[in-house]
Every structure is written in structure tokens, then in C-alpha cells.
């Protein structure tokens, strides 16, 4: 099939680059020249493990293409999918959908034949409605169908989920849509109950329901984490016996920062929106934002409790900074207000990332990157494992810092406290 995926970024790009390995024709077109400069020369401009082999593999074999002329890549494509950002905007929980209704605007201009029309942003319920009006106004002979497929790719793992999906989900009543749908995912989707079809509502809606639901998990977890603290008891323990429990799981029952990253902040910020729209108070996702926020005050409160109310020229080395590991996503990370704060409080800030260095911390004086990990820890007062990257589980401290009286504050427990006991290093971790 001839597909275009209208947005490079990272659901475009992964998508785009995993549909055309399974032998369709497919274009990513962007109106920025700069990202598609980029992906032309053979570089990418994210970070997700396998997709520059992927992309460069397609690209190679002309199954994958870049571009900045919308209009005919529309035009020469059977199935559009739209892939622009919806981020929240600025002083309220309300998804900005901007992007979403100038690009539909364009695809009711170049409507040439029948088009299948894909939303993989991720949008409020009822918003597939608008998008089939205004493509509707300039076109009466009705020659398309908007369907709603929402994205599950977890960053770091999203090749993965793509080509093994926990499920497919297909939103339109349209039996023509839904088996050209069919058609493109069924090699994919060889196990039973893998596809499913429900309304476009339904489908918007699922996407927001199942990543408020993973939020609250980590938030829910997060706060016994604070219980656990106070109760000389162990979270590691707690979500151990919980997770044995089928009907609850252990996956997202690790404690540990507040949630980020490009979904779970704004999804759960725009399931309230849409709540408040239709006079429905959603008070358990209301509460979980509210305690996702107040997670990054407990941690900072937490390293004043470890080194001192006065942190001024105080050395800390965090170690990851980005949301999440296997990823370069630094949107909504606990570091973005851990390490302004503590710069404003005269500490001395070294930190490191296997993905480099970050534009965001330039701006502070007392911030460096390093990119050996000895070179950020060397004489600090207290190490920050704040990003669980592999790099990071296997250090012998006493060895990189090279001071005595040094401190351990890791986030993501992910060493043993009876361990660092017998070794004699000052060892702090979450809930525990």
C-alpha cells in the first residue's frame, strides 16, 4: 500500500519506518526542511535503539521517503496518517490541536480519490468529528473515511511494540476502512483478538483511558513509596507481592521520580479537559496529576533531609537525566526541576547521559555535562541515580567518586541497601 505519514517526529518516523519494512510504500512528509534535511542525509534526529538501522535499511530499498511537499504526498497515498503533536496548552489542561486542524485542512485541499484518513495523534474524544467536518466542507462527494488508530510505542521499545502489539486498535464504522485497516496490519496481527474495531470515539478514547490508567499506577506506588519510608519497609517488597496478583500486574509498580514524557503528563492533563467539557469530575486522575507534582517537591526535600538544609557548593552528580532510559525524550523529566532548583541553591551540578548532552541545562552556570561517568562523579558529596540506563547498575563507587563520606541516592533502587551497608557507603533509596 501507498502510505503517508503527515509528521517526522517520533510516532511518524517509527511508524512510518516499521510500515514500510513490511513491504508498503511509504513517505513522511514534515514542513520542517530541517528535520527532513536531516533524515535525508541518513542521520536521526532521535534516539531509539534499532530505527537507524530500520530507516536506513528502507531508505536504502526506496520502500521509505522524506519529504516536504505535503500536497502530493497526500495526493499519491492510499492511507494518510496524521502524526503532528497535540501538546497542552499553555495555562490550562486543554490539548492544543492546532496542528491537527491546519493538517486536515490540507488533506480536504489535495483529495484526489478515495483516502483512508488515520489519526495516530493522540486526541480527545470527539475530535475525529471535527476533523471529518472541515475535510467534509471541501469535499461532497464524500470520497474518505476518518479513522481513529491510536499509537502504543513505548519510547525506548518502540520497534518492539510495533512489530508485537499487545493489541491494535481501529476506530471507524466504515467496513471499507476498517478492511483496507485490516489488510495493512495483518502481518502483525496473526494472533487471535490482536485487531480490534470499535467506534472512532472509542478508539480516541481508549488511548487517554489506558495511559491515565498506567499513571496512576506509578503514582499510587509512589505514594506508599512515602508510607514505606516512614515504616522502615521495603516498596520493592510491597510491589513484589502485589505484581504476583493477576488481576493487578507488576508493571508500573516501580518506584521511583515522578511520571514524564511525551504522553502520560498531557494525556492525563487532557482526560480532565474533556471531563470538564462534558461536566464530569474524573477526581482520581485529578488527584494523580496533583500527586505526580507534588513527587518532585518530596525528592527535593528528600536530598535537603541527606546533605543539609544549606547545599551551597555541595557537588552532585546525577546520572541520567532524561525521563526515561533508552531514549532522548527530556520532556516533563523530574530532572527539569530537580537540577534548576538545586543549582539556584549553589550546589554544583555534574551530570551525564548516554544520549548527551541537554540545551535545557546550558543556561545554568553551575551545571556541567560530562560524558564519562568516573569525570561527573569524581569527589561528589551525593550521587543521583536518576535514569535507569544499564550504564548505571554495575559501578563501583567507592572506585568513580574517589572521596570519603560520599552519599548514594538512587531512584531507581537499583542497588542492594544490605550491600552498600556492608560496604560502608551511605546508600538512600525510594521507598525503602
Not at 226 to 250: F, Q
Request: with cysteine; hydrophobic share 35%; proline share 3%.
Amino acid at each position: 500500500m501507498k502510505i503517508c505519514m503527515l509528521g517526522a517526529g517520533y510516532v511518524g518516523l517509527v511508524s512510518g519506518a516499521c510500515f514500510s519494512d513490511l513491504g508498503n510504500i511509504v513517505v513522511c512528509a514534515d514542513v520542517d526542511k530541517k528535520k527532513i534535511d536531516i533524515l535525508n542525509s541518513g542521520k536521526i534526529p532521535i534516539y531509539e535503539p534499532g530505527l537507524n538501522e530500520l530507516v536506513k535499511k528502507n531508505f536504502e530499498q526506496k520502500r521509505l521517503s522524506f519529504t516536504t511537499d505535503i500536497s502530493s504526498s497526500i495526493k499519491s497515498s492510499d492511507i494518510i496518517f496524521i502524526c503532528v503533536g497535540t501538546p497542552t496548552k499553555k495555562n490550562s489542561n486543554t490539548a492544543n490541536l492546532k496542528y491537527i486542524f491546519q493538517v486536515a485542512k490540507v488533506i480536504s485541499l489535495n483529495i484526489n480519490k478515495y483516502k483512508v484518513i488515520v489519526t495516530k495523534s493522540t486526541i480527545p474524544v470527539t475530535t475525529g468529528d471535527t476533523i471529518e467536518k472541515i475535510i467534509k466542507k471541501k469535499n461532497k462527494l464524500n470520497r474518505f473515511d476518518v479513522v481513529s488508530n491510536p499509537e502504543f510505542l513505548r519510547e525506548g521499545e518502540a520497534i518492539r511494540d510495533f512489530v508485537y502489539p499487545d493489541r491494535v486498535i481501529v476506530g471507524t464504522d466504515s467496513k471499507k476502512a476498517n478492511k483496507i485497516m485490516k489488510s495493512l496490519y495483518l502481518p502483525i496481527i496473526k494472533k487471535e483478538g490482536r485487531y480490534i474495531n470499535t467506534t472512532r470515539r472509542s478508539a480516541e478514547m481508549i488511548k487517554y483511558a489506558s495511559n491515565a490508567f498506567l499513571a496512576t499506577k506509578i503514582s499510587y506506588i509512589n505514594e506508599l513509596a512515602n508510607l514505606c519510608e516512614k515504616t522502615s519497609v521495603d516498596i520493592k517488597d510491597i510491589a513484589l507481592g502485589m505484581g504476583l496478583d493477576k488481576r493487578i500486574g507488576d508493571r508500573f509498580l516501580r518506584a521511583g521520580p515522578a511520571y514524564g514524557g511525551s504522553c502520560f503528563p498531557k494525556d492525563t492533563r487532557a482526560l480532565v479537559d474533556t471531563g470538564s467539557k462534558f461536566k464530569i469530575n474524573l477526581s482520581i486522575v485529578k488527584n494523580v496529576i496533583n500527586s505526580n507534582e507534588k513527587r518532585k517537591k518530596i525528592l527535593l526535600k528528600r536530598i535537603h533531609d541527606i546533605l543539609g538544609k544549606n547545599i551551597k557548593n555541595k557537588k552532585i552528580a546525577f546520572l541520567g537525566v532524561t525521563f526515561k532510559p533508552n531514549t532522548d525524550d527530556m520532556r516533563e523529566a523530574t530532572s527539569l526541576k530537580m537540577i534548576p532548583y538545586l543549582s539556584k541553591k549553589g550546589a554544583i551540578i555534574n551530570y551525564t547521559d548516554p544520549t548527551g548532552i541537554k540545551n535545557f541545562f546550558k543556561k545554568f552556570k553551575n551545571v556541567k555535562f560530562y560524558k564519562n561517568i568516573s569525570s561527573a562523579c569524581y569527589k561528589s558529596d551525593l550521587v543521583i541515580i536518576h535514569t535507569e540506563w544499564n550504564d548505571y547498575k554495575q559501578l563501583d563507587f567507592k572506585k568513580i567518586i574517589n572521596k570519603a563520606n560520599f552519599k548514594i541516592y538512587d531512584m531507581r533502587n537499583l542497588y542492594s541497601p544490605q550491600k552498600m551497608l556492608k560496604d560502608k557507603i551511605k546508600y538512600f533509596g525510594i521507598g525503602r
